[in-house]
């Protein structure tokens, strides 16, 4: 897959490569290696809240930024198609995709695994196979992963949750704080790659790094079936979204939240582009048909289908819950709405007995 | 070139794009006197009617601006005359709100304005429209500072 | 903050949200506000009676439609479009030679080639014929393999049934048992009359190794399948094709979901059996 | 703007400098305990809307039904939200009010959006809330603000009110709820001046390029909008409409800019500076900017105040032939 959509670039191959320890002072320097190859070297900006290019100086790795990586693999909106039609009226197609590599230094491990979560419905064992446009944005993605410290983590962090500290996602770097520097650990060819150009301190010992600090976890052991046999609580989901302001910041920062739309922009009579972009789930267009009937009209049905596909549906399709407890969400939400609160709310309620679950979601 | 569409960045222009909208019960018949009578007009200034200034969404004024004015000239009926009696009335209160809120994104005064001509004033109009774009080409083509 | 380039055909080839181009042949007028669109492609696809389509105007957008034509019709694929929203709007103004975007097929058809040796009875409302049309002709192209088969189809007012020409021949053919009804009265209408749940009760057919296959307005799906329950239909011999709003037709931009399903790629046609299976959000 | 308050029988009447009254209508209103005040309004209408203390202990929105959640209700400086937003799906209902969320509902009623006997105002004298990033970016997310006497404890140490005040309430004058049927709590004095939203560049050049990255930063999540209290067209809202096509679904510093000009448009006259779309931004977008704007410009050009008189009509809706005199070409 690789090789036939980005011919060239090093692969997401996993490797066993040796540690190797980073001065402190040396951090700017390989920022500069970074920058210097080939495409766009990202570093995290909380003034803007997100990724932007590296203009030079240390860049800010306390704490993360207010949306994800997740833009890097799929941007906000994309133009996927241009169309032209000629004098006669016919139209001529141009598919397009970016081509760009970017190296992205700062993400965090929960990025990391959130864009795991997205390669699932983007990549090659989706629904329809590996997506274009995804695809080749993530094979030419280099992503450089800062493992956190006691002081990154904060409130909200949530991320002992969904797996152990170790979990490095799609991290092809991942460059730990330590005294005196970092230590860098490469995981990917793309990583090894990336690595190669840092200005290490070869003699150097290179200190066991510590596990990466984590946020507390919350139980969610079964709560799969559980969410499936309250799906028909009204009350329970009325009760947890009734500050929800049907807003789409939850979705927007969200790691793993990969809903997108489509739409045409004409430039002018004869020409245009059409063009995806990110959509949430929680707004009350999202689902509407022409008709005007909307299976998830209420706020209570929008947000039961957002916590059930997070902690039921993917994990049934994927094997794999569609959150990483990054917390961004609950410090996103104007509404004081915390995700937590709802899946213990399910926790809350009774297993389903064996035959109970399914007595209650009979049509 | 802040706050002007991307797809319009990519355009280079040297002279200013300006757009008049014109209400067509007056300044636009007045734009049309101003031509019969052979009154001095600029030639760049582009044209578009509307049944009254009331109808002015100022979301028109400001997408035409997204897209790319340099300067945008509003017309209609003098207070009192409105062909539908009160559309210029509102007009009014929406047009002089808006010159307000422009300058605090950056678009400097005088790049919008709105005034009054009637059907019978060519020679008001070829003075306001000249005195407008020459006050857009002294501005000159919108850019980041 | 990127370029973009064109892609590679392999890669183009792999780009499901890329359509074809294809020209409009026809627009038949069916019913009030309803046209069907007959397109030709470069690339004719293959397809099943049942699957979906995205046909869209570039400048405008796409939308998901049924396939109304049935798969041994070569030469062009059909849809048929209610006029609701803007993309339909447009679609009703396309006229012969137009150029038009199509992804089709999309999700799963009906499993007719299960149903042989079956008697067949169909409930169809309104313009919940369009994904039915395909079927009954793909089984009357194939009629000796099926047993009895019985249509009822009805619409709210005489101008809301589609496909005039297909119903002369319905009405008149014996391989099929064709059922035209009417909500309530309506002048100039001398056939029958009653909502399709209530008539096909009165038509009682035999559950007996037999599939019900019912599609309309939600509201009449609604009430059309505990009718056929209550014939002696199991959820296994009741299957529907559902309505969703669809953006990308290919199961990655979300909103179809029931469930872990997604109605683009896992349906839109389901069985009851399957649909009991997943949480009641329709 | 400086203030005076003089107090009358049992009201208060705050006025500004030029001796006008920028807030009365409470004069029939018993003043009352909190407790009481809820008690009041769950009696009355079943659901009273406030604030709870979450997960954090902070307050968030909540809706009591019951007395003991009745009894879990609270105002302390982390009462940040605007509970007038909620108040349009809960109708007929209690809510506690800040002073400028009561304001919110004055609009809502001028507007025959809001039925004042559909509603039980328990109107609060505020002595102002938190401005809550700050405290995030003081203290850490999750960091806990409450009231004990006089003092703001951060985590249960003595904080630096001025320093956590929110700005929004740096620029506002009003203690006394505009609008209520109980009042709760004493009166408190409002600062001298009114302060203004600052950090707006003054050359043009450096306007454009301060916006430009400011929209640069919006995701289109429309929270501003989910968040106002006036914008009560938001599932059907011209943003996400094709027809007409104000703006494309590209999440560029121009059509972000139009998402916000729509928005203006649309508040124009209307809007309370209740601050919620600025507090709301995920992004920290300076729309108190845009908020001020619009105030400055009602008050400068039609010498109004949204939200003060059920009884007012919005400066958009109406036109004064003789004052409405701009000097024009």
């Known amino acids: 897959m690789a090789d036939q959509v980005s011919a060239g670039v090093p692969h997401n191959t996993p490797v066993e490569a040796e540690l190797t320890f980073l001065a402190a002072d040396k951090l700017v320097a390989w920022l500069a290696a970074l920058a210097a190859r080939e495409g766009d070297l990202l570093v995290p900006d909380r003034q803007a809240g997100t990724f932007v290019p590296w203009t030079g100086g240390e860049p800010d790795l306390a704490k993360m930024t207010a949306t994800s990586a997740k833009g890097i693999v799929l941007p906000q909106h994309e133009t996927f198609l241009s169309y032209a039609y000629d004098d006669d009226g016919k139209v001529a197609v141009t598919p397009r995709v970016a081509d760009t590599p970017t190296t992205v230094f700062g993400i965090r491990l929960c990025d990391a695994r959130g864009i795991r979560c997205i390669d699932q419905t983007f990549g090659e064992n989706g629904p329809s196979g590996a997506d274009p446009n995804y695809t080749v944005r993530r094979n030419l993605a280099t992503f450089v992963a800062v493992a956190c410290t006691p002081a990154d983590v904060d409130a909200a962090c949530f991320c002992a949750t969904f797996g152990p500290a170790d979990d490095f996602g799609v991290a092809d770097v991942v460059v730990h704080p330590v005294d005196g520097g970092y230590v860098v650990r490469p995981l990917t060819e793309k990583g090894l790659a990336a690595a190669a150009v840092a200005p290490v301190d070869t003699g150097a010992t290179v200190p066991e790094p510590p596990l990466p600090s984590q946020g507390t976890a919350i139980d969610i052991e079964g709560i799969e079936q559980k969410l499936l046999a309250h799906f028909d609580d009204d009350e329970l989901w009325s009760d947890v979204t009734e500050h929800c302001l049907s807003c789409g910041a939850c979705s927007f920062v969200c790691p793993t939240c990969y809903c997108f739309s489509i739409a045409d922009e004409a430039r002018g009579s004869e020409c245009g582009d059409r063009l995806r972009s990110w959509d949430s789930c929680g707004f009350a267009c999202y689902s509407k048909e022409a008709s005007g009937h909307n299976p998830r009209g209420r706020n209570a049905q929008r947000f039961r289908n957002r916590v059930n596909h997070k902690f039921a549906y993917y994990p049934e399709l994927y094997n794999l819950e569609s959150c990483v407890g990054c917390g961004r969400c609950v410090r996103a939400c104007p509404a004081a709405v915390d995700i937590r609160d709802m899946v213990e709310a399910v926790m809350r309620r009774p297993a389903p007995t064996k035959d109970g679950a399914k007595a209650e979601v009979t049509a | 070139m802040p706050l002007i569409a991307e797809h319009k960045k990519t355009h280079t222009k040297e002279k200013p794009t300006i757009v008049a909208f014109l209400c067509n019960w007056c300044s636009y018949a007045g734009a049309d006197m101003a031509g019969t009578s052979r009154f001095k007009q600029p030639a760049d200034l582009r044209i578009i009617r509307v049944p009254c200034s009331g109808r002015l969404d100022w979301l028109l004024i400001a997408k035409t601006f997204k897209e790319g004015a340099d300067g945008v000239l509003v017309s209609g009926c003098h207070p009192g005359d409105c062909h539908y009696t009160e559309g210029n009335f509102h007009a009014r209160r929406k047009l002089e709100a808006l010159k307000r809120y422009l300058p605090l994104f950056g678009i400097e005064e005088g790049r919008f304005e709105y005034t009054w001509v009637s059907a019978s004033e060519g020679k008001r109009w070829s003075e306001v429209v000249s005195g407008f774009t020459e006050q857009i080409h002294e501005l000159g083509v919108r850019k980041a500072g | 903050m990127t370029d973009t380039v064109t892609m590679t055909p392999g890669q183009a080839a792999r780009a499901k949200l890329i359509p074809q181009v294809g020209t409009v042949s026809e627009v038949v007028p069916e019913a009030l506000d309803i046209v069907s669109v007959r397109v030709q492609l470069p690339e004719m696809p293959d397809f099943e009676p049942g699957q979906v389509g995205q046909l869209g105007i570039f400048g405008v957008g796409e939308a998901t439609f049924v396939i109304s034509s049935p798969p041994h019709e070569r030469g062009y694929v059909q849809f048929t479009v209610a006029r609701v929203g803007e993309v339909t709007r447009a679609i009703h103004d396309l006229t012969p030679g137009d150029s038009v975007g199509v992804r089709a097929p999309l999700g799963k058809g009906f499993p007719y080639r299960d149903w042989y040796g079956k008697d067949i009875v169909i409930a169809a409302g309104g313009i919940g014929m369009a994904p039915l049309r395909p079927l009954l002709l793909t089984l009357l192209e194939e009629r000796d393999k099926f047993g009895a088969l019985k249509l009822i189809y009805g619409a709210r007012e005489p101008e809301l049934l589609s496909y005039g020409a297909d119903r002369a021949v319905w009405a008149t053919l014996d391989g099929v048992d064709y059922v035209e009804t009417i909500d309530r009265e309506y002048p100039g209408w001398t056939g029958r009359l009653g909502m399709v749940p209530p008539v096909l009760e009165e038509e009682a057919p035999s559950a007996v190794n037999a599939i019900g296959i019912t599609c309309g307005?939600?509201?009449?799906?609604?009430?059309?399948?505990?009718?056929?329950?209550?014939?002696?239909?199991?959820?296994?011999?009741?299957?529907?094709?559902?309505?969703?709003?669809?953006?990308?037709?290919?199961?990655?931009?979300?909103?179809?979901?029931?469930?872990?399903?997604?109605?683009?790629?896992?349906?839109?046609?389901?069985?009851?059996?399957?649909?009991?299976?997943?949480?009641?959000?329709? | 703007m400086s203030a005076e308050i003089t107090e009358s029988q049992g009201t208060t009447a705050v006025k500004d400098s030029g001796g006008a009254t920028v807030a009365v209508a409470v004069a029939d209103a018993p003043v009352m305990e909190f407790a009481e005040a809820v008690a009041l309004g769950l009696e009355k209408f079943g659901v009273v809307l406030g604030w709870a203390p979450g997960r954090d202990g902070n307050l968030a929105p909540a809706f009591a039904r019951s007395a003991e959640q009745a009894s879990a209700l609270a105002f302390g400086p982390s009462a940040v939200f605007n509970p007038a937003r909620y108040v349009r799906d809960h109708t007929p209902c209690a809510v506690v009010a800040k002073p400028c969320d009561t304001r919110s509902l004055v609009q809502m009623m001028s507007e025959n959006m809001l039925d004042r006997d559909e509603v039980f105002v328990i109107g609060l004298r505020c002595p102002g809330v938190a401005d809550m990033k700050k405290v995030v970016e003081r203290y850490g997310w999750g960091a806990r603000v409450e009231q004990v006497g006089p003092d703001w404890l951060v985590n249960g140490d003595k904080a630096d009110k001025a320093d956590l005040l929110d700005a929004r309430c740096r620029a506002c004058l009003r203690r006394e709820p505009v609008i209520a049927d109980v009042v709760v709590g004493e009166p408190v004095t409002p600062p001298a001046e009114a302060e203004r939203f600052t950090g707006l560049p003054e050359s043009m050049a450096e306007r454009g390029a301060f916006w430009e990255a400011e929209f640069g930063k919006c995701i289109r999540c429309y929270a501003c909008r989910n968040a106002c209290p006036l914008c009560y067209c938001q599932d059907v809202c011209v943003a996400q409409a094709r027809q007409p096509h104000w703006l494309t679904d590209e999440a560029t510093p121009a059509e972000n800019w139009m998402w916000q000009m729509i928005r203006m448009a649309h508040l124009a006259g209307r809007c309370t500076q209740c601050g919620e779309c600025n507090r709301a931004c995920p992004v920290d977008i300076r729309l108190d900017l845009l908020t001020q704007e619009l105030g400055d410009t009602a008050r400068e050009l039609f010498d109004y105040e949204a939200g003060l008189d059920p009884g007012q009509k919005a400066p958009f809706v109406t036109y004064d032939k003789e004052r409405d005199e701009w000097p024009i070409r």
Do not use: S, W
Not at chain 3, 247 to 255: A, H, N, P, T, Y
Not at chain 3, 266 to 271: A, E, H, L, Q, R
């Open chain 3, 217 to 282: 307005p939600p509201i009449m799906i609604k009430y059309t399948l505990p009718v056929f329950e209550k014939l002696g239909f199991k959820p296994e011999q009741v299957v529907t094709t559902l309505e969703r709003r669809m953006k990308c037709g290919i199961g990655i931009c979300g909103r179809c979901n029931i469930g872990h399903k997604y109605v683009c790629v896992d349906g839109p046609v389901f069985t009851l059996a399957e649909l009991n299976e997943l949480p009641d959000e329709l």
